[in-house]
């Protein structure tokens, strides 16, 4: 018998070009907008400027946050909020990729929360709302515009960990493919695999529910379909939107929405599980944590759900639940993403901390998993996947 809940109210504009409507969104919710983004490519590519004239053009005041960094420290969210609160801000707009997103989450959350925002995140605390948000993703992985969840880093125990409350859904997210095609080649293949790991991961999640579930599997079939073709033209070095396939990136950006939709619902297994500590310990980038990991992980997994690992190696064009893992790999050869979490950084003494720390931020995930691993056998993944 079918019984779930489905929760999650975000307005998605979803279109290239559709960036031209921010400042109208924004000016839904508030008169003075903080945008949240980072020190580089939003100002490279000229969106900072852009956007800060659309929300403008509305008659809205413009504070720029520029400080959110890869991994984001729970520190630099504090410090977000604290400048929004004193210049007043009443609506946060999140403009870049998915480390920005939740570090803009976690900004919206720290102005309407007082005090260290992992009392939040380990539940000591319970958050009383946050300000409204407007997001618009510039790279196609981590899915934050369509879910509750903002991942931080603790500055001293290095525990990665979401944050989850629905007052972090975006009101709006505007996802624009158009924005996602400056994205560099390696910077597109590790964000379109950690989408791929959401919508794999949603899957096989004990708690899939029904709606969940087609949203997950279009995902894969989309990534699995498109993910490379696009990359083939990064690689090229192509930079005109109009010279690429936008039918092709607009499958893809849709995959990672869908993505972050999933993950929301059926919550994340394993690979995100064990990704988790090594990107919080080392600093490593999430995508590619993921491509070390996620081979080792399934090839134990596989025994557990034949039919899962079917269902999924269908989706990337694969034949059974026997060359599933083979397929993955075949798709991370093509994105020149095979790696081992030692050529990211992770040091053999990790191995230890990592274990532990699994076990405490990622206990949910090792759960959801399909096959429930024991310390020891989370150990052996970690020493396989250096
Ligand atoms: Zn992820």
Not at 25 to 30: I, P, S, V
Not at 227 to 252: F, H, N, R
Not at 336 to 344: I, M, W
């Amino acid at each position: 018998m079918t019984i779930f809940s489905h929760y999650l109210p975000v307005n998605l504009i979803f279109g290239a070009g559709k960036t031209e409507v921010l400042g109208e969104e924004a000016a839904k919710y508030g008169r003075k907008a903080m945008i949240v983004t980072g020190r580089g490519s939003t100002k490279r590519s000229g969106l900072l400027d852009r956007a800060k004239a659309l929300l403008e053009k509305e008659g809205m005041e413009v504070t720029v946050f520029d400080e959110a960094e890869p991994n984001p420290l729970a520190s630099t969210a504090m410090r977000g909020a604290a400048i929004a609160r004193e210049k007043g801000c009443d609506v946060i707009v999140g403009l870049g990729g998915g480390s920005i997103m939740d570090c803009s989450k976690a900004v919206a959350f720290a102005a309407c929360n007082e005090g260290p925002i992992f009392d939040y995140i380990y539940g000591v605390k319970k958050g009383a709302g946050a300000l409204p948000l407007v997001l618009v993703p510039t790279t196609c992985g981590t899915g934050s515009e369509g879910n509750c969840f903002a991942v931080l880093t603790e500055d001293e125990t290095r525990d990665k960990k979401s944050l989850r409350d629905n007052a972090v859904i975006a009101r709006a997210s505007i996802v624009d493919p158009e924005l996602m095609t400056t994205m560099p080649a390696h910077v597109l293949a590790s964000v379109g695999f950690d989408a791929l790991c959401h919508c794999m991961e949603a899957y096989m999640s004990k708690i899939c529910d029904p709606i969940t579930e087609i949203m997950a599997l279009e995902g894969i079939r989309l990534i699995g379909g498109n993910l490379v073709k696009i990359y083939e033209e990064k690689k090229k070095g192509l930079t005109d939107p109009a010279a690429m396939d936008m039918d092709a990136w607009s499958a893809v950006c849709l995959a990672s929405t869908y993505g972050g939709m999933v993950i929301n619902q059926a919550g994340v297994t394993a690979p995100h599980g064990l990704e988790h500590p090594a990107s919080g310990m080392r600093n490593i980038t999430h995508g590619r944590g993921l491509a070390a990991l996620t081979p080792v992980i399934y090839r134990r997994t596989v025994e557990a759900a034949p039919e899962t690992f079917a269902v999924i190696s269908k989706c990337l064009g694969g034949a059974d639940e026997k060359d599933c893992v083979a397929v993955i790999e075949a798709l991370l050869d093509s994105l020149d993403l095979r790696t081992t979490l030692s050529a990211e950084g992770v040091l053999p003494e990790d191995v230890e901390w990592m274990t532990k720390n699994a076990f405490k931020v990622s206990a949910a995930g090792l759960q959801n998993h399909p096959k429930v691993f024991t310390e020891e056998e989370v150990a052996q993944i970690y020493r396989e996947a250096l």
